[in-house]
């Protein structure tokens, strides 16, 4: 049985960083792409950045060079560290994990005010 619980989500002011947590059971996230994705009311669910099993990463272009995922293969976690926070990075944001079929997490919110 799958689960993955996303947390470290919050207020947060513009110019403010963040950091998220995904925490993964009955999964080992070291095998398969990881990923985080975020969705606003009323919008269709973005790719955040995703990370794959040999390393390589993948950011959507609004969030380049201010997100950074990461993966500790000890704890089982995948991690979002978000810098440079802008209001249009108000959502609620999703781990997601991938073997065969795609996991999700119940989400985080994330709100920056502005």
């Known amino acids: 049985q799958v689960q993955l619980v996303e947390s470290g989500g919050g207020l947060v002011q513009p110019g403010g960083s963040l950091r998220l947590s995904c925490a993964a059971s009955?999964?080992?996230?070291?095998?398969?792409?990881v990923g985080w994705y975020r969705q606003a009311p009323e919008k269709q669910r973005e790719l955040v950045a995703a990370?794959?099993?040999?390393?390589?990463?993948r950011y959507g272009d609004s969030v380049k060079g201010r997100f950074t995922i990461s993966r500790d293969i000890r704890a089982n976690t995948v991690a979002l560290k978000m810098d440079s926070l802008k209001p249009d990075d108000t959502a609620m944001y999703y781990c997601?994990?991938?073997?065969?079929?795609?996991?999700w997490g119940q989400g985080t919110q994330v709100t920056v005010s502005s």
């Open positions: 009955g999964i080992f996230l070291g095998r398969n792409t």
């Open positions: 997601s994990a991938r073997i065969g079929v795609t996991y």
């Open positions: 990370l794959l099993p040999n390393g390589d990463t």
